[in-house]
Every structure is written in structure tokens, then in C-alpha cells.
T-cell receptor, first 113, second 109 residues
């Protein structure tokens, strides 16, 4: 399809529980990016993929966050043992190539209580 | 470290006014992006530019590479233009976007 599909739209987890977010990039887009929006206008880069390979993971809190993009499956972002500060909107974006713009998904709002 | 600065932070204008939002950055980039985030939270990519000027409908984006500055203009503004406009930059070497803090625009009918 022509949209980046993120699921679920909302996710509530108790502190310490696991959270798993999904992103289906636009078909044919090789690059996938995950961003965390904590405050209204504060975006933090988490990780990017080129196809199923990690391209840049410098933004990932390694101890609890992991992500995958496997062939023929939506990409996923998993948070083990969620903390209150993980509450944020997580956006996925995909891009066809380095010269193209990005298409963003509608985000998943994670609330850790 | 690249900083992306936007001004103004907040802007309220009357319907029909010409709107300008400014963005400056501190180091060389490969592309500059203008994004729109609506109150519902969704993000729309408006422009990606590396030089010159682009126009789409009532929106115009310009970039001056030498001055490390870009502007987003909205002509004949309308209440439906009310949103947060975000300037972001990227580099070819790693492609991740660094976001500015956004400009909250409110157009009054």
C-alpha cells in the first residue's frame, strides 16, 4: 500500500511489562526509521534499517530496546521491562532511497503506567 | 553536533495572511525537510529540498545553502493550516533526520 501502517495506535503497559510495536513500510521502500517523540516537539532517532539489515542503531537504549525488519513481515520495535519514561509516541518512517523523502506512519502512543 | 533552530516557536495569524516560518542549521546537510504535524499527531512530509525553491499549492519552501537557512511560506492561510510545522535535516552518510522543535501555527477564522 501507499501508507506506512503502524499498529497498534495506542498501547498501555504496566511498568515492567513488555511492549511490541509494529510498522509495515510502503512496499518497495528499502529504508525504515524509528523515532520516539517524548514531548510534543522532541523527536529522538532510535534505529534505521536498510531492508532487513540494521543501518544505524546509535539511538537505541540497548539494554531494553530491540528492533527487527524481517522479510515478508512488518518491522517491529520491542521494549522489554518498560519504564515510565518510555511513554511516548513512536513513529516509523520509510523511504525508497537516500534521495527520496520520507513517509511517516501515524504513530503508536505508548503509555506506561 | 548539528542544531536545528526554528522561529517563531508559536505563531497566531488571521485567515488570509502570508505566513513565514524560518529554520537555520549549524553544519552542512544533504537535505532539509519540512514536515507538518496535525493536532491528531500524524506527520506529513511537505517538502524535501537540497537547493533552491519548491512549491506545492499554497506552500513554498526555499533554502539557502550558503547561509544554512530555509523558509516555509504559506500564502492565503486558512484555519485548516493550523498545525505544528517542523524543520528537519539529514545527511547522506546516515540518513537519519534531526528535528527542530517545531513552530505551532494557529490560523484564526
Amino acid at each position: 500500500g501507499e501508507e506506512v501502517a503502524q499498529t497498534p495506535k495506542h498501547l498501555v503497559r504496566g511498568e515492567g511489562q513488555k511492549a511490541k510495536l509494529y510498522c509495515a513500510p510502503i512496499k518497495g521502500h528499502s529504508y525504515v526509521f524509528w523515532y520516539q517523540q517524548v514531548l510534543k516537539n522532541e523527536f529522538k532517532f532510535l534505529i534505521s534499517f536498510q531492508n532487513e539489515n540494521v543501518f544505524d542503531e546509535t539511538g537505541m537504549p540497548k539494554e531494553r530496546f530491540s528492533a527487527k525488519c524481517l522479510p515478508n513481515s512488518p518491522c517491529s520495535l520491542e521494549i522489554q521491562a518498560t519504564k515510565l519514561e518510555d511513554s511516548a509516541v513512536y513513529f516509523c518512517a520509510s523511504s525508497q532511497s537516500r534521495e527520496q523523502g520520507y513517509t511517516f506512519g501515524s504513530g503508536t502512543r505508548l503509555t506506561v503506567v | 553536533k548539528n542544531e536545528v533552530e526554528q522561529s517563531p516557536q508559536n505563531l497566531t495569524a488571521q485567515e488570509g495572511e502570508f505566513i513565514t516560518i524560518n529554520c537555520s542549521y549549524s553544519v552542512g546537510i544533504s537535505a532539509l525537510h519540512w514536515l507538518q504535524q496535525h493536532p491528531g499527531g500524524g506527520i506529513v512530509s511537505l517538502f524535501m529540498l537540497s537547493s533552491g525553491k519548491k512549491k506545492h499549492g499554497r506552500l513554498i519552501a526555499t533554502i539557502n545553502i550558503q547561509e544554512k537557512h530555509s523558509s516555509l511560506h504559506i500564502t492565503a492561510s486558512h484555519p485548516r493550516d493550523s498545525a505544528v510545522y517542523i524543520c528537519a535535516v539529514s545527511w547522506n552518510r546516515d540518513d537519519k533526520i534531526i528535528f527542530g522543535k517545531g513552530t505551532r501555527l494557529h490560523i484564526l477564522p
